[in-house]
T-cell receptor, first 110, second 113 residues
């Protein structure tokens, strides 16, 4: 099955860009997702990318997909304190049950 | 529109008691998922329903766990004879037809004393 790995923590200064990285193992993943989880809340879908795309931009969010290296990244421009949360990467792995990484805790400090 | 809702939002129970958790998916969503999230951990898949097909129960950790869904509506997750290690947030998600994107509810925080 799919295996998804993420670094556990990222600390950035307010106004800087954040880059959260993720690697996956199953090249048959049709979709790759980024979710955001704020304290005490469920997961909120931020964005997703089809496997036939290299990049997707949505306002402050940029997703880059390197299929050769099975590497996915999420860049948040002009990071704000409200962006502090846990970010989960997920891959479909050719299945209808996405596999989630353990999540990256993003800490934004003044 | 209305999102996925779950109830109760918090549940405290004693070891050995049974609990029932409820999920109301988004109307029209045929797929429904249950996940468990232990403190500081990622999501652990439990069970998947798709329309009227037989559910995928491959993620249920023991026979104390069961889930039902009536058609394409409400689902209940039941944990019998709860143990302390069952303490976690239980998340429900639903997906529209022919799409894998999941929409999550806020979760039920279960604490077993």
């Amino acid at each position: 099955g799919e295996d998804v790995e993420q670094s556990l923590f990222l600390s950035v200064r307010e106004g800087d860009s954040s880059v959260i990285n993720c690697t996956y193992t199953d090249s048959s993943s049709t979709y790759l997702y980024w979710y955001k989880q704020e304290p005490g809340a469920g997961l909120q879908l931020l964005t997703y990318i089809f496997s036939n795309m290299d990049m997707k931009q949505d306002q402050r969010l940029t997703v880059l997909l390197n299929k050769k290296d099975k590497h996915l990244s999420l860049r948040i421009a002009d990071t704000q304190t409200g962006d502090s949360a846990i970010y989960f990467c997920a891959g479909s792995g050719g299945s209808y049950i996405p596999t989630f990484g353990r999540g990256t805790s993003l800490i934004v400090h003044p | 529109g209305a999102g996925v809702s779950q109830s109760p939002s918090n549940k405290v129970t004693e070891k050995g008691k049974d609990v029932e958790l409820r999920c109301d998916p988004i109307s029209g969503h045929t797929a429904l998922y249950w996940y468990r999230q232990r403190l500081g951990q990622g999501l652990e898949f439990l069970i998947y329903f798709q329309g009227n097909s037989a559910p995928d129960k491959s993620g249920l950790p023991s026979d104390r766990f069961s889930a039902e869904r009536t058609g394409e509506s409400v689902s209940t997750l039941t944990i019998q004879r709860t143990q302390q290690e069952d303490s976690a947030v239980y998340l429900c998600a639903s997906s529209p037809p022919v799409q894998e994107t999941q929409y999550f509810g806020p979760g039920t925080r279960l604490l077993v004393l």
